[in-house]
């Protein structure tokens, strides 16, 4: 492979007395000219790449062919009418329609029109209580920073001038006079990477302007905190503020919107545990908390003196880690038992009523709603079965399907099987894998491996039409939940973070080598994936453990493990990776893992696609350019380390339809190619497909 020259700038930086080489950091100048260039000529040499794989066009075809069904959301009721999204199949994005009673169903928000590339999304609604106002959300080409727009949801005309510089953050009206909402300070230099650390909660009155907004916390030295929220109980007579310094913990405070006189009260005042407020009647409190329950757990306590040491239990820790949720006058439990959903539902004195009997073994969603509502809408999919709703009556536990998509692809074809492997120390790590019925087990098998394991997120199981062409061609999805995740709580957490980060990416190796020892495939048939931490696990296991894949494909990924902190939210993430500042220790372990500080000359790396985004904001794409330059420059062999970069998006949430199906349809490309494929493995599936 011939890439292009990138320019090595002798940059030092010393950490605890130790010198270390930043050649590249000018790449972190994400505006400047000459990363533009750089940028431009990088695409360059991976398009022409890409554009010699003879199926990669016949991927895109079958992908948009996939795609191309009618997707519909659940409905939900605001005032007089009732809302719903639906996209017709290949649009960028999809619309929202709303119908009042019986009349015709028409357009209230078409995001397809915001720009005309796609790029700009919808990207968060919020109606008053009666329904006769919305704020929606707009995000630019990705952009964690918002734009807000009020709406009169009767006539649609906007109602005043666009609010700006929102981040991080929804919004809670108060009655109809205005909202809460979050924002930072606009930082110095690019608004894209330049480091965002003290949030504030800020009360707009319609009518106003931004400018006169009310500074309601998070504007003295006491109040700085790094993520900071406000939300109002259903009854808008309380008003709840969250303040965290990183990702995982906070405090919590209170104030009764019914007393003029009051004020901030605590709740919680430390960030070492997670709790807020999912219910109240009248000042009685119900609280979700991990204090002294890793599981979680719900507890009530009254407005007017809720400190911990008067929380009673409610609904009680179990061995299951606790997701609830609240509607039609009753509470909703969601477990995951080994990452599969479990939903019980349970009255206001904390009696069972009964457990929610599933469609099947997956991932169920959106049991919850108001609390006049007499029913519900909740979803249900599994990595093989795409996701439905359905429409759940809460007062005698029935349901009926509301809708299931129409996709050409059989369901009954494929089969999802969980396993548990043990890890390097011992430790048991589930894992599921999906693949057609009737596959040889001949370690031949293209196999894709894809993990997260960070910041107590669960992968748990969900269907995805783009993995649908992969396991058409023999392909298998295996995804394993390693530690790190959320899947067994605060313990399962905690136990992939700093210092014990290594046992994330030790997971990871251990069940690509249990493939591999059971025959699902091999070395030569093996892509591991994953994002954002994800991307970095990527990243930490093609160093460690360059020999074990042929592919490696990290996607947005935090690879300078020296620097991550000081770009935009970055130091929230210090709970999960600590920081190089902090100790001489921490130091030494980020240096000992971070990927970009890891590449070594004369190594043969696997073939690699770094997928990024120009406008990527809260992992900067700095981190996949400087790890791209480092494997350009000392990778051996023939393998290729590519670096595909989005122009005009960001960290994923917003991108176009028609964005995606490129970029998946290249990863695929590229991983089948580089795993000695000329051909498709299955092309019979492309020349039968239904019309």
Do not use: C
């Amino acid at each position: 492979m011939l890439y292009p020259t990138t320019n090595k700038i002798n940059t030092k930086e010393t950490y605890f007395g130790t010198e270390i080489n930043d050649y590249y950091r000018w790449l972190e100048d994400d505006r400047s000219a000459e990363t533009m260039a750089w940028v431009k000529e990088q695409n360059k040499v991976t398009f022409e790449y890409l554009d010699q794989i003879p199926f990669r066009n016949t991927i895109q075809k079958r992908l948009e062919k996939l795609w191309n069904y009618e997707k519909l959301s659940a409905p939900f009721k605001e005032g007089d009418y009732t809302y719903f999204y639906k996209n017709d199949g290949l649009q960028n994005q999809s619309v929202l329609y709303r119908q009042k009673n019986n009349d015709e169903v028409e357009v209230f928000l078409d995001p397809n029109e915001f720009s005309k590339d796609g790029t700009t999304s919808l990207a968060g609604l919020s109606f008053t209580k009666d329904g006769s106002l919305v704020t929606y959300l707009i995000s630019e080409g990705g952009s964690d920073w918002r734009k807000a727009i009020v709406l009169n949801t009767e006539s649609k005309e906007i109602v005043e001038d666009t609010l700006v510089d929102i981040k991080f953050s929804g919004i809670s009206w108060k009655g109809n006079e205005g909202f809460y909402y979050s924002s930072y300070d606009k930082p110095e230099g690019s608004e894209l990477s330049a480091k965002t650390d003290q949030h504030k909660v800020y009360y707009h009155k319609l009518g106003t302007s931004q400018n006169n907004d009310e500074l309601i916390f998070g504007g003295s030295s006491e109040e700085k905190h790094r993520y900071v929220g406000a939300y109002l109980t259903e009854d808008e007579r309380y008003l709840l503020i969250s303040a965290s310094v990183s990702t995982t913990g906070n405090k919590l405070f209170i104030k009764d919107l019914n007393d003029q006189k009051s004020s901030l009260e605590t709740i919680i005042n430390t960030t070492e545990t997670d709790t807020y407020v999912i219910e109240n009647v009248g000042s009685k409190l119900y609280l979700v908390t991990n204090k002294d329950a890793p599981n979680k757990k719900i507890v009530t306590v009254d407005a007017s003196n809720p400190s911990p040491n008067n929380w009673v239990d409610f609904i009680p820790e179990t061995e299951h880690v606790l997701s609830p949720n609240t509607g039609g006058g009753y509470f909703f439990t969601e477990y995951m038992v080994d990452a599969i959903s479990k939903v019980f539902q349970f009255d206001y004195q904390g009696n069972l009523i009964r457990e929610v009997k599933l469609p099947g073994l997956g991932t169920a969603g959106g049991f919850g709603g108001k609390k006049i509502d007499k029913e519900f809408y909740f979803s249900f999919t599994n990595y093989s079965t795409p996701a439905s709703s359905y429409k759940y009556n809460i007062e005698n536990g029935t349901y009926s399907q509301y809708w299931k998509p129409e996709i050409d692809f059989n369901s009954d074809d494929y089969e999802s099987k969980q396993v548990f492997y043990k890890s390097k120390d011992g430790t048991k790590i589930p894992m599921i894998i999906t693949h057609k019925k009737g596959i040889a087990l001949n370690g031949r098998n293209p196999t894709i491996l894809y993990g997260y394991g960070g910041f107590n997120i669960s992968l748990t199981p969900s269907f995805s039409i783009t993995n649908i062409i992969w396991m058409e061609q023999g392909g298998i999805y295996a995804v394993p939940n390693l530690r790190g995740g959320g899947e067994y709580g605060q313990k399962w957490h905690n136990a992939g973070i700093k210092t014990k980060k290594q046992n994330v990416f030790d997971d990871f190796i251990a069940a690509a080598e249990f493939l591999i020892t059971e025959n699902y495939t091999s070395s030569l048939y093996l892509a591991i994936r994953g994002g954002s931490n994800g991307g970095l696990l990527v990243g930490a296991t093609m160093t460690q453990r360059p020999n074990l894949m042929q592919v490696a494909l990290p996607a947005v990924g935090v690879l300078d493990m020296l620097r991550y902190h000081i770009f935009t939210a970055g130091a929230g993430w210090a709970y999960d990776y600590g920081t190089a500042d902090d100790s001489e220790e921490m130091f030494n372990y980020l240096k000992g893992y971070s990927p970009l500080h890891n590449v070594k000359s004369g190594t043969a790396y696997p073939a690699t696609l770094i997928t990024t985004g120009d406008h990527d904001d809260r992992v900067v794409p700095a981190h996949s350019f400087k790890f791209a330059a480092e494997l350009q420059e000392k990778q051996t062999g023939k393998n290729p380390a590519l670096i595909r970069i989005e122009t005009n998006a960001g960290h994923g949430a917003g991108t176009p339809i028609s964005k995606t199906i490129a970029q998946y349809a290249d990863i695929f490309a590229f991983t089948l190619y580089n795993m000695n494929f000329k051909e498709l493995p299955n092309t019979t599936i492309l020349n039968t497909t239904k019309e």
